[in-house]
């Protein structure tokens, strides 16, 4: 053969064949596997992705169910508090108002007893008047009637009015 600047021998073509076999074996060995493992790395961690994306938006549904139901009891809780407060409210003003009616029985009971106590004196002082009058009218018939011993009788009934008076 000639030679030229490039020589064309079995060595360039074992040298083309080994380097077919080393990339074959490589492929084979090397390149499959390492393709195959950041293939299954890429799929996991994009099913980690997907997972965790599926989490976090259930975990954000789950969170406004919770919100929702927190705002719920926290209306539960202020309709509760308004009801027993009007509750509460309705009980104190039944209660002033018995209160109030009592009072009021209370002061009408007096008032009676004191208008049953002074019709009762009243009574008592015309009993005694009355006989007071009738002692003295008595006493009148009995004695003759001069100017001195009018006197002395006037005199002495109302002493002894005052003294009945103040006695009673």
Do not use: C
């Not at 493992?37 to 406004?64: P, Y």
């Amino acid at each position: 053969m000639q030679q030229g600047l490039v020589e064309f021998g079995w060595t360039f073509v074992f040298q083309i064949v080994n380097t077919l076999i080393i990339f074959l074996v490589l492929r084979r060995f090397l390149f499959k596997p390492t393709t195959e493992f950041m293939e299954n790395r890429t799929k996991g961690i994009e099913d980690a992705i997907e997972e965790a994306a599926t989490k976090n938006k259930e975990a954000e549904e789950l969170k406004t169910q919770y919100e929702a139901k927190l705002d719920n009891i926290k209306d539960e809780r202020n309709q509760i508090i308004k009801e027993a407060t009007k509750r509460a409210e309705e009980r104190s003003e039944e209660i002033i108002k018995a209160a109030q009616a009592e009072a009021e029985k209370i002061i009408e009971k007096g008032q009676q007893d004191i208008q049953r106590e002074r019709q009762k004196t009243v009574n008592e002082l015309k009993d005694q008047i009355s006989t007071l009058a009738i002692m003295a009218a008595s006493k009148v018939i009995e004695e003759e009637l001069n100017e001195k011993a009018h006197k002395k009788m006037i005199e002495q009934f109302i002493k002894e009015v005052g003294e009945t008076q103040w006695q009673n």
